[in-house]
Nanobody, 114 residues
């Protein structure tokens, strides 16, 4: 499975970005798709995830501001980030997992700064 992430960038506090991650390859093994983030010097943490059935998880730190969605026909997961704060600055990583396997995409930098 290959994952191609896009959509990061520089945004001012309060702004919005949408991250996309498209999966290709042996996609039959995919169940859950999600986003992690890692700030400098910190652990990589789960931000949000969505199963193939549509069940979602949103971390408390971003609840009410971030939304995760998934287009199964396109094998793509989206992370809509609104009300961005400087503490959201991190490298965001797409991940898929299921059937005992997990796959990571390349990171995309999100920087929230005025």
């Amino acid at each position: 499975v290959q994952l191609q992430a896009s959509g990061g960038g520089l945004v001012q506090p309060g702004g919005s970005l949408r991250l996309s991650c498209a999966a290709s390859g042996s996609i039959f093994s995919i169940d859950t798709m999600g986003w992690y983030r890692q700030a400098p010097g910190k652990q990589r943490l789960l931000v949000a995830s969505v199963t193939s059935g549509g069940a979602t998880f949103i971390a408390d730190s971003v609840k009410g501001r971030f939304t995760i969605s998934r287009d199964n026909a396109k094998n793509t997961v989206y992370l809509q980030m609104n009300g961005l704060k400087p503490e959201d600055t991190a490298v965001y990583y797409c991940k898929t997992w299921g059937a005992g396997s997990q796959y990571w995409g390349q990171g995309t930098q999100v920087t929230v700064s005025s």
